[in-house]
């Protein structure tokens, strides 16, 4: 490790100081292309020091007494790791049980790398959180300088991790205590394969908004999302989730808003004390459909029924709009209209005269959320593919980050892992093995020892 580093400081000290020097000398030289040396020395310098890491375990599994007594040698042979760095190539002893027909390469083993593995688990994790924002072709384009990844590949890994549950990142510490909850609905249209639409369903709670700075932020809120056969299986999680963190008793009111789908509608049948309340963007979308071509003393009337309430000044107004209408086609845009505003009058009742109630934000956030990667793009997704990505999204603005997903990875695999036996290595072989690799390694980095000391030699003393 002591030659691999020095030659690293070695090499980026003399480029440094050529592009430092032509920076000086105004040659069109900038910081970005200095960022970009460095970038391609830590990479290189992380491929030196996995590749040390590897076949130093596979030295020292070699020099164990243990080992001598239970494993072979077969043979050692060169392998390839697709990693954050780039590709490693690495060697390794291949190895068969004195005891059994077993054959293993003990030093992956020891490693966790599985023997069909070709990518690093953080790289997976990495690969899947570029593609909750990015095409696959683009992610395998950018994911890692100098490894050619396929879309295909990157498909894959998404594939691997599965199904991600909604409850993944719920870690209760205590329940809270609430007057109201609010929970919001709606869905996305996403194109499928087979040119038919697939509609995966976001569902978010919170305690309502509060004010930090100029901005408006939902309270502790938490997103569901997923592609579901049957809406009662969504709502049963909302209602797990809401009996995990929150002390139903002390729960005054739930409200629930949305577009008035029938999907969302149902779910006052599993949330206790809910109410329901029409997302206001629809209210307006349909009054201005009933009222595009009225006389502007309708319009004004049929407002004021909405807004008051008055059913029966809505249905003056509607009465007087259908009547007055002479076009069939507009007449049956007007009945329409009627009919979604008489099927959702609770929730347009609700809104204005409930001072808890609040608008509904619903179409924002399935635009941010699920639209921004799934339908606003021309793109044709699989059913798998539309479940798994709204999944991911909602696990993403859940909180989630690469260090969660590798752990998804790693779990995931735990599950698939086969019973495996450790080979034991005695401390003895690990102390004298290890003591050889690190033994006085700051006296054979002079640059280290001697000279004036930078930002550089000091990071590299403290590996060292």
């Known amino acids: 490790m002591d030659n691999i580093i020095q030659q690293f400081e070695e090499n980026i000290s003399i480029e440094l100081e050529k592009i430092l020097k032509e920076v000086l000398l105004d040659s069109g030289r900038d910081i970005s292309e200095v960022i970009n040396l460095i970038k391609s020395n830590l990479d290189e310098l992380g491929r030196k020091l996995s590749k040390w890491v590897i076949e130093t375990v596979d030295e020292t599994i070699k020099e164990s007494t243990k080992r001598k007594k239970e494993w072979k040698i077969v043979k050692k042979k060169q392998r390839k790791l697709m990693t954050k760095f ?116 976001l569902v978010y709670i919170h305690e309502g908004i509060s004010e930090v700075g100029d901005k408006r932020e939902l309270k502790n809120k938490y997103y569901f999302s997923g592609v579901y056969k049957d809406s009662e299986e969504l709502w049963l999680e909302v209602l797990d989730y809401i009996d995990e963190n929150y002390k139903l008793e002390k729960v005054e009111k739930i409200f629930l808003l949305g577009d008035g789908a029938p999907w969302i509608k149902s779910g006052l049948k599993w949330l206790p004390k809910s109410k329901y309340i029409l997302d206001r963007y629809h209210l307006i979308k349909y009054f201005r459909r009933a009222s595009r071509y009225g006389r502007k003393e309708v319009k004004e009337k049929l407002w004021s029924g909405l807004e008051e309430p008055d059913q029966e000044l809505v249905k003056e107004a509607f009465s007087e709009l259908i009547s007055n209408e002479e076009n069939e086609k507009r007449k049956n845009l007007i009945r329409k209209s009627r009919h979604y505003i008489y099927n959702n009058w609770d929730g347009i009742v609700n809104y204005t005269q409930d001072k808890d109630a609040i608008g509904c934000s619903a179409e924002g956030h399935i635009s941010h959320i699920l639209a921004d990667r799934l339908s606003s793009r021309p793109m044709a997704w699989s059913k798998t593919g539309v479940d798994q990505m709204s999944r991911l999204q909602a696990f993403k603005f859940n909180g989630g980050n690469k260090e969660k997903l590798k752990e998804l990875f790693l779990r995931k695999e735990e599950k698939i892992k086969k019973e495996e036996t450790l080979t034991e290595i005695e401390s003895k072989t690990i102390n004298s093995k290890l003591k050889k690799k690190f033994a006085q390694p700051k006296k054979n980095i002079p640059s280290i020892n001697i000279g004036k000391r930078t930002g550089l030699t000091r990071a590299l003393k403290a590996i060292v």
Do not use: F, W
């Open 86 to 201: 780039g590709e490693v190539k690495y060697k390794r002893r291949y190895y068969r049980s004195k005891s059994s027909d077993k054959y293993k390469y003990l030093a992956e083993e020891r490693l966790g790398i599985k023997k069909y593995q070709r990518m690093d688990s953080s790289l997976e994790a990495e690969l899947v959180d570029l593609a909750s924002e990015n095409a696959y072709n683009k992610v395998g384009k950018e994911a890692v300088d100098d490894l050619e990844i396929s879309d295909q590949t990157v498909m894959n890994k998404v594939r691997k991790l599965g199904q991600i549950e909604n409850n993944e990142l719920n870690e209760v510490t205590e329940k809270r205590e609430v007057n109201c909850l609010y929970i919001e609905a709606d869905e996305d249209h996403v194109a499928l394969q087979n040119g038919k639409k697939s509609m995966p369903r």
